[in-house]
């Protein structure tokens, strides 16, 4: 019995008919192949022929319908990580060098039940395969083994997995132990939920930090949940938030979210339509970012050598921009597109850089980017800008922030700008100012300018000491 695609994920599972199996275990003897990317990653090929993994795969089932409900709603990792899981422990163990002990045990104990969810291989005890992940990464599922990764529609992964679960509980069906019956009742309950438990997996969130969020009010009023149990912009934004974030700041986030009606934005529609496949052709995320920044100047006919007017550019898309003064630092801006609310970009204008005009300009336009690119995949419903040294670190980010320094000033107007370099200083301040621009900025497109310049070179050095002198702007 065969489920999914090869291309992608496969599944194939092989009976072993044994006519004595009395117990739930030996009714599902049999051996599984996955397949990942066309690659067999659970199985061995023996003289051309592949022979699946051995085993009883009840565990299989038993884990698969406790975690369902985390498999299909539970975005990204554990207290807002977005590293790729098989990276977790790693980026954990210097995440916990920085906290206390207390909350380096509760995290340790939360990482542990994450991969229990989300890592396949962990369900068959006494068996050792490779990890076989899955995580969801907004519209898409990342399935990964042996460092393999296939991205496929959440639906899809999903359905080729009750595929295997089906087969394996219709494995059950004439078993009379107690254990072939609980399991067939909790595959068949898997996806029940109450609105409350569908609002901690959404979010990400325990339970008291939610209740002091809504403050007396309904999940409903407070996250617009309704019966069908469907993630909206809410809750994505209650999961991408910083951990650390108040629930004050988090109710005023989400205050201001419902306050932004749902508008049409017909110009910024069909400007991701032509820019995915232009960035899609391209593999390095900031190569992506770069190449979309410049697409998009030729479609504003910005001229060289003056600033972007971001926003007159956001008010002609029909996107809003509105101020919100929270007490944490470490959020900068919000990005929200959902299907109740936005398109719209909240910018936290207390002691962070965004509070600066540099830095608020490149808020403004790294979420641009992720309007642009990331609505209908990455990041279907929300987008939250960090402060440096907390997160951003994924690929998406990275294109964003590429994106951003490059629709501000574009590295190919560099050579001319530093046409005399006789005082450096000087001149880098003069482009800073034209530019509306941070120091850091100017200095991080020089680095990364160099094939565009011929001789004299800059001097980096002298370069980067005056950027430091300044903590304005964002690099």
């Known amino acids: 019995m065969s489920f999914g695609d090869s291309s992608t994920l496969g599944l194939r ?3 072993t008919d044994d006519p004595r199996a009395r117990t739930a275990a030996e009714h599902t003897q049999g051996e599984l192949c996955v397949e990942l990317d066309g690659h067999l990653v659970w199985g061995e090929c023996v003289s051309g022929i592949q022979r699946g993994v051995s085993w009883t795969w009840i565990e299989l089932l038993e884990r698969l319908a406790t975690s369902w409900k ?3 709603w539970e975005d990204f990792g554990p207290f807002g990580m977005t590293e790729h899981p098989r990276d977790l422990r790693q980026a954990a163990g210097f995440r916990w060098q920085k906290v206390s002990e207390a909350q380096r045990e509760a995290e340790e104990w939360e990482l542990y039940r994450y991969e229990e969810r989300h890592d396949l291989a962990q369900a068959l005890g006494g068996l050792h395969l490779p990890s076989l992940w899955l995580v969801r990464r907004g519209n898409q599922m990342l399935v990964s083994c042996r460092r393999i990764d296939a991205m496929l529609p959440v639906d899809q992964a999903l359905q080729t997995l009750a595929g295997l679960g089906d087969a394996i509980s219709d494995r059950l069906l004439n078993c009379g132990d107690e254990r072939a019956t609980i399991a067939r ?3 068949a309950e898997r996806a029940k939920s109450d609105p409350e438990k569908f609002t901690e997996i959404v979010s990400g969130r325990d339970r008291d930090y939610l209740r002091l969020v809504r403050g007396g009010r309904t999940s409903e009023e407070v996250f617009g949940i309704g019966s069908s149990l469907v993630p909206n912009e809410l809750l994505a934004a209650a999961r ?3 951990r650390e974030l108040p629930t004050e700041d988090m109710a005023k986030i989400l205050d201001q979210i419902r306050s932004l009606s749902r508008v049409a934005v017909t110009r910024l529609d069909e400007w991701s339509q032509e820019l995915l496949p232009l960035v899609g052709a391209r593999q390095r995320p900031h190569e992506q970012g770069y190449a979309a920044a410049n697409w998009l100047r030729s479609q504003c006919e910005l001229p060289g050598g003056s600033a972007v007017d971001l926003e007159t550019l956001y008010r002609s898309l029909g996107i809003r921009v509105l ?5 944490s630092e470490v959020l900068e801006a919000v990005a929200v597109w959902g299907p109740a609310h936005g398109p719209g970009v909240l910018i936290n204008i207390s002691r962070t850089r965004s509070s600066t005009k540099p830095g608020r300009r490149f808020s403004m336009a790294h979420e641009l980017c992720h309007l642009l690119l990331d609505r209908s995949s990455a990041r279907p419903l929300v987008d939250v800008m960090v402060g440096p040294g907390t997160r951003g670190d994924d690929e998406v980010e ?3 922030n590429a994106f951003a320094a490059e629709f ?8 001319e700008l530093f046409t005399t370099t006789e005082n450096l200083t000087e001149t880098a301040e003069g482009i800073v100012n034209r530019f509306q621009i941070g120091r850091e900025l100017l200095y991080r497109q020089v680095q990364n300018a160099r094939a565009h310049f011929g001789k004299p070179q800059v001097d980096e050095a002298t370069l980067e000491n005056w950027a430091r002198a300044s903590s304005s702007g964002r690099p």
């Open 398 to 400: 990275k294109r964003a």
């Open 13 to 15: 599972i092989t009976w």
């Open 408 to 415: 501000l000033l574009p590295r190919s107007q560099l050579p």
């Open 70 to 72: 985390y498999l299909k």
């Open 323 to 327: 101020d919100v003064s929270l007490k």
């Open 240 to 242: 991408m938030t910083p």
């Open 185 to 187: 009742r909790t595959w």
